[in-house]
């Protein structure tokens, strides 16, 4: 059972994470410091040990050339450069990420947004930046720190020198014209570049000498670091990936309030994001983890699903957005409860149900969703699908919405409700044959007034279908039109689960799991961008991931009362 409660989320959080990986960066010099007390030990990167606790996003890249190839896109026109935005802001600040960064990292590269303001005493607002370098040894670190300061130095930029808490930072003014319409809200230009060399092989740079005093003051404290921060822990421990090309960490009870510029009156839902990802088969496969808010408690659901449902096979090959899972109802009521946390979701959500129904007279929520204790798929057929859907005179696009009949009485009270629904709508239930099989259409006998040809009015009657549906086997196929349960009756080998871009997209999942979303992006795009606001913003900060983005799929396969774990899979083109 897919949790969309969870996609909601997840959606744009994780996708954040993906391509803001390694955020700003500026260099670094010193000598090595005195010594410094250890942490305990902790999961994830040893660059975490810099980070504050108090840390609204950190991204880091683990291992050695792989994750790099992946998310650095070696060559023009290889896998999608996820480094976009961080690009962006380095390019504003004058440093080439490839030449002046890229060649001295060793096995691991971290980017921290520390905070949204780092000094709120100074007009206008800066966001802190850090970057955390883990070089192959001490003397590369040097060569790093010489190498691209002297770069600094050769642009005419003016160095400034200080050595503070046995360490040596060097600093430098720098410009970025240009650049503030290219990155998003939360994002601001960077100013200053000030670097210092850390336990030998670690190179700090940060936009505020704050940012960097804070970074040391960090490592000396071992209880402020996020690496000892219990909702990091839970998040990046649970993952099943043992070696992961990559690892994200958000906060979410801070950066959905200032992303959405909404503050939360209640207690989220979920307080943390934990995504680890790595290179796949044409793609990219991120695990994540959410983490429930301490004063709530997520329901225990078990995985259950070992493979795609029967229903896929009366859903046609290009269906381009499918969600399919088991048990609705309890769904449903878990959704309801999570959304408690997230206002102006729950109202979207919560709108878009009541909107649907009221135009076809079907209370979702109350009279559908609470009887589906069974498997179930649903699947959304725009009309550039096939000409027979856009010969249509419905602007809206179509559905299938197919779900397993049990003998149990809540699927039998359904099967009720519809006979129920359609005698209280003035309905009547027309047989015919489609496809070979028997199917119902739920009609209305409509009059429209016609001119004759001698200028009078003629009264005259059509019949109205205002929806179809057909029970195969011990499934029952629902459809907004005979025209789109036509294209699935009709299938046949060409049916979705028959499909082998479909199968490779969801290949990658662990079993048992709780269903799936699948999303074809080219066909799904520009439904998408007419009802999602925040898309574009979204495609202006990543565009060559959404480029060449072809399809997108996520599966649920565990809950505990702390964590929601799901992943996810970014499927490119060639």
Not at 129 to 150: G, I
Not at 186 to 199: Q, S, Y
Not at 231 to 244: E, G, L, M, R, S
Not at 482 to 504: H, S, T, V, Y
Request: one cysteine or more; aromatic letters at 8%.
């Amino acid at each position: 059972m897919v949790k969309l409660r969870s996609i909601l989320l997840q959606i744009c959080a994780s996708i954040l994470a993906l391509f803001l990986w390694g955020g700003v960066v500026w260099a670094v010099e010193t000598d090595p410091p005195g010594v410094i007390p250890q942490p305990e030990p902790a999961v994830g990167p040893t660059s975490a040990r810099f980070v504050p606790g108090t840390t609204p996003l950190m991204i880091s890249l683990l291992g050695n050339s792989t994750p790099l190839k992946v998310l650095g896109n070696e060559t023009e026109g290889s896998a999608p450069q996820l480094t976009d935005l961080p690009t962006q802001l380095l390019a504003g600040a004058g440093i080439n990420y490839r030449e002046d960064i890229r060649p001295w990292v060793s096995d691991e590269l971290t980017f921290a947004l520390t905070a949204f303001d780092q000094d709120p005493g100074q007009s206008g607002t800066q966001p802190g930046y850090l970057l955390v370098v883990k070089t192959r040894s001490s003397k590369d670190a040097d060569a790093f720190l010489e190498s691209f300061w002297q770069r600094q130095v050769a642009a005419g930029r003016i160095l400034r020198f200080e050595r503070s808490a046995g360490v040596d930072i060097i600093a430098a003014e720098v410009s970025s014209a240009n650049t503030a319409a290219l990155l998003p809200p939360i994002f601001k230009p960077i100013e200053d570049l000030i670097t210092a060399k850390v336990e030998e092989r670690f190179v700090l740079v940060a936009n505020q000498n704050l940012v960097l005093q804070q970074a040391i003051a960090t490592l000396k404290n071992p209880t402020q670091q996020l690496a000892q921060q219990p909702n990091y822990q839970k998040a990046i421990a649970t993952f099943t990936a043992k070696q992961p090309e990559g690892i994200a960490y958000l906060n979410l009870a801070t950066l959905i309030p200032e992303i959405t510029g909404k503050p939360t009156v209640t207690a989220p839902t979920y307080a943390s994001l934990g995504v680890a990802f790595g290179e796949s088969r044409q793609g990219l496969l991120a695990e994540t983890a959410l983490v429930a808010h301490p004063e709530r408690q997520l329901p225990s659901v078990a995985a259950n699903q070992l493979e795609p449902p029967p229903s896929l096979s009366y859903f046609p090959g290009n269906s381009p957005l499918v969600v399919s899972g088991a048990h609705l109802g309890k769904l449903w009521v878990q959704i309801s409860q999570d959304l408690q946390g997230y206002p102006g979701i729950q109202s979207w959500v919560n709108q878009a149900l009541d909107t649907w129904g009221k135009t076809r007279g079907v209370n979702l929520t109350n009279k559908i969703f609470p009887w589906v204790d069974g498997g179930y798929a649903w699947a959304l057929l725009p009309h550039s699908l096939s000409p027979v859907l856009s010969a249509q005179s419905d602007p809206d696009p179509d559905w299938l919405f197919a779900y397993e009949q049990t003998q149990s009485d809540p699927s039998k009270q359904l099967a009720k409700y519809l006979n129920e629904l359609a005698s209280q709508q003035d309905l009547g239930t027309s047989p015919f044959e489609l496809a070979g099989h028997k199917v119902f259409a739920w009609t209305r006998l409509v009059s429209e007034k016609m001119d004759s040809s001698q200028g009078r009015e003629n009264l005259t009657f059509k019949t109205k279908v205002t929806g179809a549906y057909a029970d195969l086997d011990n499934q029952k196929v629902l459809a907004s039109s005979p025209e789109a349960l036509g294209l699935g009756l009709e299938a046949g080998n060409g049916a979705l689960i028959n499909q082998r871009q479909f199968q490779e997209a969801i290949a990658p999942f662990d079993q048992p799991n709780q269903g799936f979303l699948y999303l074809d992006w080219p066909i799904m795009k520009p439904l998408l961008e007419q009802n999602l606001p925040f898309l574009p913003q979204l495609k202006k900060s990543a565009p060559s991931l959404f480029n060449k983005l072809h399809t997108l799929s996520v599966s649920s396969y565990g809950e505990t009362p702390d964590v929601q774990h799901s992943q996810w899979y970014f499927r490119f083109s060639g």
